[in-house]
């Protein structure tokens, strides 16, 4: 198959780059070709490709595409001229022009669409009248002509429901994954304390994603300092870039004379990140949405405990399987469930195990990815027969 991804494939986006990455290296392992178009602002870092795959970039078109996200003149030319040469267009994402250009151009190529978790009630509120009127313009029309809409978590049945007003006849469920061989050989212990200075008695609690409101900094900072006005045992490290609340998060830090307790170390990956994950006590991602978060998975990969909020995108298969410790979104859930968590070695122990155990059987990337070929394939023959 001939596949082309639609996505701004850049670091400062988040998680879809990583999944696309994972997916793709499969893909090539069985011999399909595989392009990533990116629509690029000046300044973006362009996320790495698997060996194999074509990354082409296009700069976006301003003034339009501050009103119409990603918008780009080079992109619409590239696919209106390429877009037949493709046997699937899978587009990440929603109300941006490179999820919708597809289906304007052309009616005959398989078009997947991933939601990405972006139909959960908080994720819509932000920037909701904007997202409305390309919804009512565009957006739903063309999800109803999708040939197939990638699901990634239980709840976003329940999302697309609602946006669409009807249950659409071709979804299909499969989870992100990871590939679970990365995380079982990782630095040796004691290689990030070392590194970054943090004493031997402190527990490392370990926050590792970008810096947004979203990810729930604003509930995980006075929590934290509620833990530490009781507890002087926890250092904790805040890793990713900033999108958009590094100030917040500095002003918090220095508000509260935190600086001996909290520490922004900017983004981290490799080794460096495999070591963070090795050292740490605990994984903390309090979410306000997700679709299925990456970082978790790799966490629960690494054998790290985690404590996360309901809203990661599969919080009821982590209390079922007692794989994280899931807290609500408020500062009080939150400062319990970290001194529940750093408090009771036992009971990280049993969640990491727990955690990598579910990795292992239903996240691997082997497994998910062949499960999306698979889907590819037939939508791929029922467009031949149709």
């Not at 001939?2 to 996505?7: A, E, P």
């Not at 300044?43 to 976006?60: K, L, M, Q």
């Not at 009248?129 to 999800?143: A, E, M, P, T």
């Not at 002509?145 to 978590?153: F, K, N, Q, V, Y």
């Amino acid at each position: 198959m001939r596949i082309l991804h639609i996505c701004a494939y850049s670091w400062s986006i988040g998680g879809p780059p990583k999944v696309i990455y994972d997916h793709a290296e499969v893909a090539l392992r069985h011999g399909h070709t595989v392009t990533i178009a990116s629509p690029l602002s000046p300044g973006e870092e362009v996320y790495p490709a698997p060996v194999g795959a074509e990354v082409i970039t296009f700069p976006r078109t301003e003034p339009i595409s501050r009103f119409f996200r990603e918008f780009s003149v080079d992109l619409h030319r590239y696919m209106k001229n390429h877009i037949g040469q493709f046997d699937i267009i899978h587009c990440h994402g929603l109300w941006h022009y490179g999820a919708l250009a597809p289906f304007f151009l052309d009616r005959n190529v398989a078009k997947v669409v991933t939601i990405h978790g972006l139909l959960d009630r908080w994720a819509l509120r932000q920037g909701y009248w904007k997202k409305w009127l390309v919804s009512s313009l565009f957006q739903k029309r063309y999800l109803r002509r999708a040939d197939l809409i990638h699901l990634i978590s239980p709840d976003e049945k329940d999302d697309l429901l609602r946006h669409l007003g009807y249950y659409h006849p071709r979804v299909v469920l499969i989870p992100n994954g990871v590939r679970v061989s990365e995380f079982a050989h990782l630095p040796p212990s004691g290689t990030f304390r070392r590194a970054f200075s943090v004493p031997d008695e402190k527990k490392l609690v370990l926050f590792l994603s970008r810096l947004n409101r979203k990810k729930g900094l604003d509930l995980l900072l006075p929590a934290f300092k509620q833990y530490c006005d009781q507890n002087a045992d926890a250092v904790l490290i805040i890793a990713g870039p900033d999108d958009g609340y590094e100030a917040e998060v500095r002003a918090f830090v220095a508000e509260h004379s935190l600086g001996d307790s909290v520490r922004l170390i900017g983004m981290i990956t490799g080794d460096t990140k495999g070591a963070a994950l090795a050292d740490a006590d605990a994984f903390v991602l309090p979410s306000y949405s997700e679709g299925l978060s990456i970082a978790v998975l790799e966490a629960m990969a690494a054998g790290t405990a985690a404590l996360v909020s309901d809203r990661v995108g599969f919080g009821d298969v982590l209390q079922q399987r007692q794989a994280a410790l899931t807290v609500r979104l408020t500062v009080d859930s939150i400062q319990q469930g970290l001194t529940t968590l750093l408090q009771n070695t036992k009971l990280r122990q049993q969640l990491a195990a727990n955690a990598r155990r579910l990795v292992q059987e239903e996240y691997d990337i082997d497994i998910v990815a062949e499960r999306l070929l698979a889907e590819y394939s037939k939508i791929i023959r029922t467009k031949e027969t149709s």
